[in-house]
């Protein structure tokens, strides 16, 4: 019988959550093969740089795009947070899996919250969004460049001076690293990135079988909500790397969108909100607001 090829990166993370699919398909599917194809993408090789310098779209997607492409993977195993807003043509997200918890966390040296740091404590981060938002919430924070799988993250949290590290709770708990998490960061002081906590399956889009076969995994509310998001983003032009933040939430069938951007110095930081039932009409709608608040002239300053 045909083997089904699930190609992923071959992080910790992204090998859980391969391995998640992995299973939930076994489950629906007991009489179909299903194997990973692990594979390293440019993000995972370029480690000393931070991810906002490198400026590439699709660092974390490419190489198993092309795989894709080139008809060696039946399907790509993405946390869509690392995913551009446009994909290369030919391909499409079929399946957006049930979200995990989106926010991020904080996790610190000695169990000491946020609040509680004293002047001048050391961040690790190397997210302009998670920067910016500190930034405004304590302008006395000292950040440093924090890059690399979680693993090298903790380690390097547990041997430098860093106080405290900012991580997605997703990853963090997938893991199974729920005890070392010191507080969830609200999110009206961190807003997550879009599409933070949900997994998505990339395919070529002539593989209806594929598509077909994925359907069960599809959660819906899941799907509205990084929609919702992922629209605002594309309106924004933002990529991943640029200090903007949303959130949607979905309470019968009405979604709800948060949205946030701030210059890197934290000292503008600007949110929006609307609801709706159209996830890219919500995206663009709070897109709009943010733009008539000022959000272009801050992005145009951090690109430049
Ligand atoms: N940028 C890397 C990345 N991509 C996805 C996650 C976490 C898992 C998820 O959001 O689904 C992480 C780690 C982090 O930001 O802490």
């Avoid at 629906?28 to 490198?54: A, N, Q, W």
């Amino acid at each position: 019988m045909k083997t089904i090829r699930i190609g992923t990166r071959d992080s910790l993370l992204a090998m859980w959550q391969a391995e998640w699919v992995k299973s939930q398909l076994t489950k629906s599917y007991p009489r179909l093969h299903f194997e990973l194809v692990p594979m390293k993408t440019k993000g995972d090789k370029i480690l000393d740089v931070p991810l906002s310098k490198i400026g590439d779209k699709g660092l974390f997607t490419k190489e198993l795009e092309q795989g894709l492409l080139s008809d060696e993977l039946d399907m790509a195993v993405h946390s869509l947070k690392d995913m551009p807003t446009l994909l290369p043509k030919g391909l499409t997200i079929s399946t957006f899996c049930e979200r995990e918890e989106p926010r991020d966390v904080f996790l610190s040296k000695n169990g000491i919250a946020l609040e509680d740091l004293p002047t001048g404590a050391i961040i690790g981060t190397s997210s302009l969004r998670r920067k910016s938002q500190l930034k405004h919430y304590r302008p006395d924070f000292v950040f440093v460049d924090l890059r690399g799988n979680l693993q090298t993250r903790w380690r390097k949290l547990t041997e430098s001076n860093m106080d405290g590290i900012v991580l997605a709770a997703a990853g963090v708990k997938r893991l199974g690293w729920g005890d070392r998490i010191t507080q969830i960061l609200p999110e009206n002081m961190m807003l997550s990135a879009v599409g933070q906590g949900s997994i998505a399956i990339e395919i070529a889009e002539q593989r209806s079988d594929i598509r077909e076969l994925l359907s069960p995994l599809n959660h819906i509310e899941t799907e509205l909500a990084v929609r919702a998001e992922r629209s605002l983003m594309r309106k924004l032009e933002g990529g991943c790397q640029v200090p903007i933040g949303a959130l949607a939430q979905v309470v019968n069938e009405q979604i709800t969108l948060r949205g946030m951007v701030a210059s890197l110095d934290g000292v503008r930081l600007i949110k929006a909100e609307a609801t709706g039932i159209d996830p890219d009409a919500v995206g663009i709608e709070v897109a709009e607001r943010l733009v008539e608040l000022g959000a272009l002239s801050i992005l145009a300053e951090i690109r430049t």
